[in-house]
């Protein structure tokens, strides 16, 4: 293997483990090691700026300001009231249609996002039950990562492979996705509302009490409110039409970011571009630069060959191979990096000989995003509820998290392997 090779490969190793570690943060980590390989020689700053997927920054910082607009309105605790009262103040019907609604939110919002938005409220109707949150919490974060697989825009993973493979539409992942989302979300709050049971027992009136409460008075600014709904919906459609609109989905995210700042106002524009999670942007510039590296030196096309010695070129066997691969993997690493690396070598496994590619796309996204539900630092939205929760007095460690996600994670990735095998191979 050639030197620079060789150099490429190191640096990249070397920064995956402090990622994995935790002792810098990610996105410092990421950018010195892009850096890296810019003054090591390996890539040019002009061949780096080429692999930096606007696309992908485009998407996430238009939706991100859209959601901090919207945030403001209180919409979202508007709703988790609501549904808390739809359930008749029941415990075990509230952590259900806590679980639903974060997952839907998660379909169309960042995961992260969603569960900042979600777990505030999930405190004051426990603390108003006099129930342990714990199980709400674990719900709601198991269910923002399987509700962000079902489109492109609920999860990094999937709008990194929308962005890369052009075919794969809006619609696409809907429909090849959702269906077996959909099982698997009520699979795994089934097994969630019949495992914690019997700690979902709260007194007549203290049910009572909460359906008292008056979810209008959540609303706080009702002209705000009916800007955000507007423009939400008017990007929502504009995602299901881009392709025949020939536009990319990051232009539909930063019309319509625009386009609410626009109607609502210069006095949201600062407070909105605070918001966007700069250091997430930039950990993606990092980690598009470091991947950039393996592939200019032609590593990523070595490991390609690899696996598809592995397999013998098989659909079947590639495509379940990845599904696993990415599920274990991104249980243990961040699937972000992990992602970036695996895009180009499904590419270089086309360019190989391997017809068909789409059912390794649907594995890669399947196994990347679901497999972040398996340990606390599967997925950033797991790491930030254990945080909120800490503060709460309420410590989520790594062995309860583990206890719970990893066992259902598998359940998860059984069930898409079957869906896999009938649906498309």
């Known amino acids: 293997m050639e030197q620079q090779a060789m150099y490429a490969i190191i640096i990249f190793l070397v920064i995956y483990a402090l990622i994995i570690s935790e002792k810098i943060h990610r996105t ?16 040019s700053q002009e061949t780096a700026l080429h692999h930096i997927d606007f696309n992908t920054l485009g998407l996430l910082i238009g939706m991100m300001i859209i959601v901090s607009i919207t945030a403001q309105t209180g919409l979202f605790k508007y709703i988790a009231i609501w549904a808390a009262k739809k359930a008749g103040g029941s415990p075990v019907r509230i952590l259900v249609a806590l679980g639903l609604i974060t997952a839907i939110a998660s379909a169309f ?28 919490l674990l719900t709601q974060v198991l269910a923002s ?8 825009i609920g999860d990094p ?6 962005s890369a493979v052009k075919e794969l539409t809006f619609m696409a992942f809907i429909t090849n ?12 709050i089934a097994i969630l509302a019949f495992w914690y049971r019997d700690q979902l027992r709260t007194e007549p009136a203290l049910q009572a009490e909460l359906m008292q409460m008056n979810e209008k008075d959540e609303l706080m600014d009702s002209k705000l409110l009916k800007k955000s709904l507007f423009v939400l ?10 392709q025949a609109l020939h536009l990319e989905s990051a232009t539909v995210a930063l019309v319509g970011a625009f386009l609410l700042l626009l109607i ?31 592939i200019e030196t032609g590593v990523i096309a070595a490991l390609a060959q690899k696996a598809m010695s592995l397999t013998g ?93 990893f066992p259902l994670m598998l359940i998860s990735i059984i069930i898409s392997t079957v869906y896999i095998y009938i649906r498309y191979l």
Not at 157 to 162: D, E, F, L, Q, T
Not at 269 to 290: D, K, Q, S
Request: charged share 10%.
């Open 233 to 242: 919906a008017l990007t929502i459609g504009g995602f299901f039409a881009h």
């Open 109 to 136: 919002l960042d995961n992260v996002t969603t569960v900042l938005l979600m777990v505030p409220v999930t405190f004051s109707i426990t603390r108003q039950l006099r129930v342990t949150p714990i199980p709400y």
């Open 28 to 43: 410092i980590v990421a950018m010195i090691g892009a850096l890296l390989m810019i003054g090591a020689g390996i890539v």
């Open 313 to 405: 070129g098989n659909l079947k066997e590639t495509a379940l191979l990845i599904l696993w691969l990415s599920a274990i993997a991104s249980a243990f690493v961040d699937n972000i990096p992990f992602v970036a690396t695996m895009i180009p070598m499904i590419q270089e496994m086309g360019k190989m000989g391997m017809n068909h590619l789409e059912p390794l796309w649907w594995a890669l996204s399947l196994g990347a995003c679901l497999g972040g539900n398996g340990t606390l630092i599967g997925a950033s939205a797991n790491v930030i509820v254990a945080g909120m929760a800490a503060k709460e007095g309420h410590h989520i460690s790594f062995m309860r998290f583990l206890w719970i996600g």
């Open 145 to 152: 990562n399987i509700g962000g697989t079902a489109t492109l």
């Open 177 to 188: 996705l959702a269906p077996v989302i959909a099982i698997i979300l009520v699979v795994t």
């Open 157 to 162: 993973p999937n709008i990194m492979i929308g």
């Open 264 to 294: 609502s106002g210069e006095a949201y524009l600062e407070p909105a571009l605070e918001r966007v999670e700069w250091t997430t942007i930039f950990f993606f510039i990092g980690l598009f630069v470091l991947v950039a590296g393996l």
